[in-house]
């Protein structure tokens, strides 16, 4: 079942990040990837992060590139669990980046699945997560 943030499977098809959480992406099939494109209008430190990851079925890997001529530029952070010495616990599975941006830049986010197993075979529901993007 395709979430209410598809298409956004690439970086031409990221959907603006408007402020506020996006609640309950998923990835839909295998390989799926989701993209989001920021816009900061102050200079300050931002925290890139998902969150509401669902146990055994999503692992989530968060990459943020600079924004560069409509396209992404140079990966600017990245992180796969926010606790790795616990990777097993859905909390840890998260992600997170924590960045000084400038102001009036943007910024394309990129979060794929970590999980090479397929777990839907014992559970019919989507692997999913929230993100979050805000000043810290």
Request: proline letters at 4%; one cysteine or more.
């Amino acid at each position: 079942m395709l979430d209410a943030y598809e298409a956004d499977n690439s970086y031409s098809q990221a959907k603006a990040y408007l402020g506020t959480p996006q609640y309950a992406h998923n990835f839909h099939r295998n390989g799926d990837e989701d993209w989001v494109l920021v816009y900061m209008s102050t200079a300050g430190t931002v925290v890139f992060e998902t969150f509401d990851v669902v146990e055994l079925t999503a692992d989530t890997y968060l990459r943020v590139y600079q924004y560069q001529n409509g396209a992404p530029g140079a990966l600017v952070g990245s992180n796969d669990d926010i606790c790795p010495q616990y990777y097993w616990l859905a909390s840890c599975q998260a992600s997170r980046v924590v960045l000084p941006v400038a102001a009036n830049t943007a910024y394309f986010v990129r979060i794929t699945n970590a999980m090479t197993v397929d777990y839907r075979e014992y559970d019919t529901s989507y692997p999913s997560y929230s993100l979050r993007i805000a000043y810290q």
